[in-house]
């Protein structure tokens, strides 16, 4: 069983920053593309960024020069750094990796969601 825990959320007003964390744990063997997703009120969950193993990392074009996606492999941990943000950047975020665990099963994992609300 493999475990996605995020934290960082809050309230922020607009041009602020938040950094959110998502740390996985459980029977892991190694993680291939990590990732944001959110999700606003009455919208359906969108994607906000990944990163692959390798460093490589794509973003929704309404972060980009915003949000920094980043990882650290040793503690199979994934971090957003979220700068200049706005009001509609408020949703409840939701971290989610692609695990193989110790069984070899390919995984698609998520956590519970943070909130992230920006004042104007």
């Known amino acids: 069983q493999v475990q996605l825990v995020e934290s960082g959320g809050g309230l922020v007003q607009a041009g602020g920053s938040l950094r959110l964390s998502c740390a996985a744990s459980?029977?892991?063997?190694?993680?291939?593309?990590m990732g944001w997703y959110r999700q606003a009120p009455g919208n359906q969950r969108e994607f906000v960024a990944k990163i692959t193993s390798g460093g490589s990392a794509l973003y929704l074009n309404s972060v980009k020069g915003r949000f920094t996606i980043s990882r650290d492999n040793a503690k199979n941990t994934v971090y957003l750094q979220m700068n200049s943000l706005k009001p509609e950047d408020t949703a409840v975020y939701y971290c989610?990796?692609?695990?193989?665990?110790?069984?070899?099963?390919?995984?698609?994992?998520w956590g519970q969601g943070t909130q992230v609300t920006v004042s104007s």
């Open positions: 459980g029977s892991i063997f190694s993680i291939n593309d």
């Open positions: 989610n990796a692609e695990v193989k665990n110790t069984a070899q099963a390919t995984l698609d994992s």
